[in-house]
């Protein structure tokens, strides 16, 4: 899913998530740390990139979902400011998957 930073109330879309999701089906919230701040809720604009990971995944552990892989990475930057080890943007995920149950 795209877009989870500019969503004012995320609970009815995790749930609807989990609602259409089959059983071993993932769902995956994918984000960078960029943002129009204009747009996006006073959780994300004040938080930091692990306060977003923790919100996504307590969102979605609210409305049933297990416990949820968080992933944290940097990358690096193309052409020649990756030459010189320059940084990307990270990447960040939330990764959680529907039981069998």
Avoid at 14 to 32: C, D, H, K, M, N
Avoid at 72 to 78: I, L, P, Q, V, W
Wanted: glycine residues 10%.
């Amino acid at each position: 899913m795209a877009g989870w930073q500019y969503l004012q109330q995320p609970e009815p879309i995790a749930a609807e998530l989990w609602r259409i999701t089959r059983p071993r089906g993932q769902v995956i919230v994918a984000f960078s740390n960029r943002m129009f701040f204009t747009k996006a809720p006073q959780v994300w604009t004040d938080g930091d990139d692990g306060d977003h990971l923790r919100y996504v995944a307590e969102v979605l552990m609210a409305q049933g979902w297990p416990q949820p892989e968080i992933v944290a990475e940097d990358t690096r930057a193309e052409g020649v400011m990756g030459l010189f080890g320059g940084k990307g943007d990270p990447f960040f995920a939330v990764v959680a998957e529907k039981p069998l149950y």
